[in-house]
């Protein structure tokens, strides 16, 4: 059987930051509020590039550093919650700027925890025979962000990274996976909903599109559930804490990281952090911290590293992928 491997990581996010003190001039927040309770000093916002260029421009990077032709590719998972449109996919807008006609390409999507749902996802499609794809987290949250209200606005940002996954492996890329759903607490995080309308002739109600967020469930439910996922994914792939090198968990919140670390018993300074620079990126986050770190040194590709994957989010969804790079 084909083992698949991350052979390539990329990414990128807009040019324009907005930083604390900028919302400061806004709404009614401050540096020190923001930063102490979630660890983010800025955010890029995009000005002009939508979810599809984003997720494009990380594409385009993927095939130059692997010095592939766009026809090479397989598959493209486009792991989303603000999508240019419903239809056609942001995946396939993606297959169309890059010119990856022979790809076949689909969105998922699983909030914060969809990175790791469409990684999973791409592995199998890997060891199921096909030769190589991209999974790509992109958001541009600033779509659905009332800028009224500062207890969510302040939080998101915008931004893509992925991978390149090709069928080169000479190991399991995936040591062990633990995904998880749990619909019926889905009302604590929500964002453009579609009203039914009352009838044929009726108006349309309003779209009710802005992200909204029950702040203290959503933290009880990120400190409570994920480290047990956590755990239980170790156990699984018979490891303890300290078999791993870097835990590259969604970037919520840098308090949630904190408590984490603590529950499992776990070095704080292997989580890596980088929402202070970005926000909350949801499924872009956890590609994003991964090509950084990459980028920086920080983790290599080929060093048979064994890193944690988590992301925990809308849904509710959460899970982790043990992942030997
Ligand atoms: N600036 C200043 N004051 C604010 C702001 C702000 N941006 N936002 C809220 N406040 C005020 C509130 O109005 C409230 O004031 P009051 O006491 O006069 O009513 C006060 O601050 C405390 O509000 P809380 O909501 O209780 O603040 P809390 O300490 O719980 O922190 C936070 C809020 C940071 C959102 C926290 O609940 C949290 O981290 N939750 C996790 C949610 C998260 O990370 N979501 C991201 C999306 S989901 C995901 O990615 C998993």
């Known amino acids: 059987m084909p083992f698949a491997k991350i052979t390539q990581v990329a990414h990128y996010v807009p040019e324009n930051i907005v930083s604390n003190d900028d919302l400061a001039k806004i709404m009614d927040t401050s540096d020190e509020w923001i930063y102490s309770r979630t660890g983010i000093k800025q955010r890029h916002i995009t000005v002009d590039e939508n979810t599809s260029d984003l997720a494009a421009k990380v594409g385009e990077q993927l095939l130059l550093q692997a010095d592939l032709s766009a026809d090479q590719i397989d598959f493209i998972i486009v792991a989303t919650i603000s999508p240019d449109g419903s239809m056609p996919s942001t995946a396939a807008l993606v297959q169309s700027k890059i010119d990856a006609h022979r790809a076949f390409a689909y969105d998922l999507t699983a909030a914060c925890s969809g990175f790791v749902f469409a990684l999973s996802t791409a592995e199998k499609l890997i060891t199921g025979g096909y030769t190589r794809g991209m999974v790509i987290g992109a958001e541009v949250l600033s779509k659905s962000l009332d800028w009224s209200d500062r207890s969510t606005a302040v939080l998101f940002g915008d931004g893509a990274g992925g991978v390149l996954l090709e069928n080169t492996g000479t190991k399991p890329l995936i040591i062990a996976e633990h995904l998880r759903t749990d619909g019926s607490r889905g009302n604590s995080l929500t964002s453009n909903h579609l009203e039914l309308r009352p009838g044929l002739l009726a108006r349309p109600k309003p779209v009710a599109e802005f992200i ?95 890193i944690v994957q988590t992301g925990f989010g809308g849904g509710l969804t959460w899970g982790t992928l043990i992942v030997n790079l």
């Open 212 to 306: 909204k967020m029950d702040g203290r469930a959503i933290f009880d439910f990120a400190v409570r559930d994920v480290p047990k996922n956590i755990q239980e994914a170790l156990e699984k792939a018979n490891l303890k804490p300290e078999d791993i090198d870097y835990f590259l968990l969604h970037q919520a919140n840098s308090r949630i990281l904190d408590k984490m670390a603590k529950k499992l018993g776990a070095e704080r300074s292997k989580f890596l952090q980088n929402m202070q620079d970005y926000g909350n990126t949801s499924a872009a986050s956890i590609p994003i911290l991964l090509s950084e770190s990459v980028k920086n040194g920080k983790l290599s590709l080929d060093k048979n590293s064994k």
